[in-house]
């Protein structure tokens, strides 16, 4: 009985000073927590995704919580190490912590599940599988399940390589919970296949199509060496005389139909250049049209400069011939004008005469 008893007491103690710690590090996306019992003192390791937060200004988190352990816990000599979780990503505590807070922000829950799932698996996880419940969008409770994947539910995969993180967020229609479950990458299912054998005589063969030479290795004497060594370009020499001698044996004789394919292709390409040169005398290209313009084109086509300049003399000719017309006309008014007044005047002399000589002959009647 005492051994039992100690083992559940320690294990209520641990499962507490998780809980504390938790409650004080959520800002700081806590990950876990480790205990070792030294000769020195209980030594408790903190595993976090953000450093900063967990140590707080000058340490005071850090005094504050080993104050705590030592008098609420009665840890011995508490030595607290901090250490950051290498990729947060993969834990599934931190990943719950953070899909929390965005609810607690007021962010839609559909919209940051699916964001978590892809930061989880774009690092190289298996599965995720993320259970949200609780009041989420009106006054009914219901769970929304969200999955990506393969997660392993029962048997020994679950135990070994499933990572379970649990969180709570608080809005205003009450307590939501939130469950996260990443499956690792490196879990070995018990249903993979590797195959590690080689080839053997009963094994797929496949055939590529290429045919391996070969190689020749041909014993060379000292009097070679020597004369190679002597005359240094003659190695570039050889290696031409060996290329050329590869090309000759690559090099098939030709079948009687392979010659008379290739006069058909001969001949068909001698039509098709005719064909092209008749088109090309035919129908001039529209280069030749713009850059070399005919005499003819110049003399019937004139430009529009030109016609521009014979209206505009056209126009002036006409203004000059009405101005013309219209002095013409003023100077003819004007003489019988003049024709008029002269006639008016000539009119007024004979009249004033006409007076002139009716007064004496009045005068000498009265006489």
């Given amino acids: 009985m005492p051994t039992t008893k100690d083992y559940l007491l320690k294990k209520y103690q641990r499962n507490s000073i998780d809980e504390f710690l ?9 990950g876990g927590v480790e205990l ?27 005094h504050r919580i080993t104050e705590a352990l030592r008098e609420q816990y009665e840890l011995d000599n508490p030595q607290i190490e901090v250490t950051e979780v290498e990729n947060p990503e993969l834990d599934s505590r931190i990943m719950a912590y953070r899909l929390a807070s965005s609810l607690e922000r007021g962010r839609h829950f559909r919209r940051s599940a699916h964001g978590i799932i892809r930061r989880i698996i774009s690092i190289g996880a298996k599965g995720v599988e993320i259970k949200i419940s609780g009041k989420i969008t009106s006054q009914r409770a219901r769970v929304e399940t969200f999955r990506a994947g393969f997660v392993a539910k029962a048997g020994d995969p679950a135990e070994r390589f499933v990572d379970i993180g649990k969180a709570t967020a608080l809005i205003r229609r009450g307590l939501i919970g939130v469950q996260v479950r990443i499956m690792r990458g490196d879990a070995i299912l018990p249903d993979d296949i590797a195959i590690e054998a080689e080839p053997t005589s009963t ?36 290696e031409k005389i060996a290329e050329e001698d590869k090309k000759k044996k690559k090099k098939k004789p030709k079948d009687e139909f392979e010659e008379l394919e290739e006069v058909d292709k001969v001949s068909k390409a001698k039509k098709t250049e005719k064909v092209t040169k008749t088109e090309k ?87």
Avoid: C, Q, W
């Fill in 203 to 238: 094994s797929m063969i496949v055939d590529t199509g290429i045919e391996e030479e070969p190689e020749i290795i041909e014993e060379v004497s000292d009097e070679i060496i020597e004369e190679l060594e002597e005359f240094p370009d003659i190695d570039e020499e050889l």
């Fill in 22 to 30: 938790a409650h004080e590090l959520k800002n700081a996306e806590y």
């Fill in 36 to 62: 070792r019992r030294t000769p020195l003192g209980d030594r408790v390791i903190l595993r976090v995704g953000r450093v900063g937060l967990a140590i707080g200004g000058r340490g005071r988190n850090i």
């Fill in 281 to 367: 005398v035919d129908k001039p290209t529209k280069t030749e049209k713009v850059d070399k313009p005919t005499k003819t084109e110049k003399v019937d086509k004139p430009t529009k400069t030109e016609k521009v300049d014979k209206a505009s003399k056209t126009e002036k000719v006409d203004k000059a011939s009405k101005t013309e017309k219209i002095d013409k006309a003023s100077k003819t008014e004007k003489v019988d004008k003049a024709s008029k007044t002269e006639k008016v005047d000539k009119a007024s002399k004979t009249e004033k005469e006409e007076k002139k000589e009716e007064k004496p002959k009045e005068k000498s009647k009265k006489k």
